[in-house]
């Protein structure tokens, strides 16, 4: 039988589930919202780092990343982030939405899903 870590547990979400080699983000939101649509997505990278770090993958091992923005003309403005920050060779599977957050202060969301 596999185990199932959660890490970061809250009321409502965990920010990470590690179930049979394989690292589930929750939505990743920038926490200083008077930034641009690059700022918040440097920033939500920056915590993608993080939590995948804690639990001993990186960047290299997503598999998938789902991105939300609230407005395709900041579109460029995240591409420009994510191109600094991916692993060339080690791009993931990727979407990109524009949808309606949870604060309309929030200009980027992402999930992410990663090996071990």
């Known amino acids: 039988m596999s185990s199932i870590q959660r890490y970061h547990v809250g009321p409502r979400l965990c920010e990470t589930v590690v179930h049979n080699n394989t690292v589930y ?27 995948l770090a804690e639990v001993g993958s990186d960047k290299t091992k997503i598999l998938q990343v789902t991105i939300f923005i609230t407005d395709m003309a900041d579109f460029d ?38 090996a071990l």
């Open 25 to 51: 983000l929750a939505g990743q939101i920038a926490e200083d919202l008077d930034k641009d649509a690059l700022g918040q997505t440097v920033e939500v990278l920056a915590c993608i780092d993080r939590l």
């Open 77 to 114: 403005a995240m591409n420009l982030a994510w191109g600094e920050w991916v692993s060339q060779g080690h791009t993931p599977a990727r979407a990109t939405v524009q949808a309606k957050l949870a604060d309309p202060r929030y200009k980027v969301e992402m999930t992410v899903i990663a």
